[in-house]
């Protein structure tokens, strides 16, 4: 098991991404300090399978873009388990709209979700990590961080800010044990109800013909890259950012250009 005994705090885990995090965490044996917002329900699905396994697991509610509130929420899980080797943050979101109607108080909301309770929680965590051993950090970032879309300006600002905030983190504290690296997620089906899945198949689930693998990830898929990142088998990775996207990034040949081009005779397959 890649983390047994390992302690380890994973914001905004009653949902998606995180939840499949926090179950990825516990069934490879660690005990895991778990906040939530708005989903309590979830929370709580999330603690009763992680206890299930026979995990430590606390649950707290956080409101990340209170950012006097963000040392607590470390000082809590360290407190509830007895330490911190392992720090995600998971949590995040965005408001906003076109760029010309975007508004001060939406900028900084999505800015204080993504980067600056990020920094304060890595910070924290650090301190304490680098007291005890060392310790491995996590962000989660997304495909907007390096690609533009329309109407995600705070949103791809905060993610490109944390990208580089993460490289930070592995440059300056890598002399403390302590590695840091960000997993940049691109089309998540996050569906857990049938309402969930029809608004996702009528919104992000049609991206599936644009993206290299021809379908969206799994919460599943992701937690597997947080995995390793978490784990000693990462042990020589730091600074990094793991695009997770299934190819969506990459730059595709379309078949015009493999007609007009001169691909043919060097191997290459449409």
């Not at 005994?5 to 949902?15: D, E, F, N």
């Not at 799994?218 to 042990?235: C, H, N, Q, T, Y």
Request: proline letters at 3%.
């Amino acid at each position: 098991m890649q983390l047994t005994g390992k302690r380890t705090l994973v914001t905004g885990a009653s949902h998606g991404i995180g939840k499949a995090i926090a179950l990825a965490f516990a069934r490879e044996g660690a005990d895991v300090a778990l906040t939530f917002r708005g989903r309590e329900e979830g929370a709580r699905d999330t603690e009763r399978q992680i206890a299930a396994l026979g995990r430590r697991v606390t649950v707290r509610r956080a409101e990340m873009t209170d950012l006097n509130d963000c040392p607590r929420v470390v000082d809590e899980a360290i407190g509830d388990l007895g330490g911190l080797d392992v720090l995600v943050n998971n949590a995040g979101g965005a408001r906003g709209d076109r760029l010309l109607d975007l508004t001060l108080d939406d900028w900084r909301y999505t800015l204080d979700l993504c980067v600056t309770a990020p920094f304060l929680l890595a910070q924290r965590a650090a301190r304490h990590m680098a007291e005890h051993g060392g310790g491995a950090i996590v962000n989660i970032s997304s495909v907007h961080s390096a690609h533009v879309w329309p109407n995600d300006t705070a949103y791809g600002a905060a993610k490109a800010a944390l990208n580089r905030l993460t490289a930070s983190m592995a440059v300056e504290w890598a002399h403390m044990g302590i590695r840091a690296n960000t997993i940049a997620p691109g089309y998540i089906d996050v569906s857990e109800t049938p309402e969930e899945q029809a608004r996702y198949d009528a919104t992000d689930g049609g991206a599936a013909p644009w993206i290299v693998a021809r379908r969206t990830a799994r919460p599943e898929e992701i937690a597997g890259v947080a995995l390793f990142l978490a784990s000693d088998a990462a042990s020589y990775v730091t600074g990094q950012t793991v695009f997770a996207d299934g190819g969506l990034l990459l730059p595709a040949i379309t078949t015009a250009d493999y007609v007009r081009g001169d691909w043919t005779g060097r191997g290459f397959s449409g």
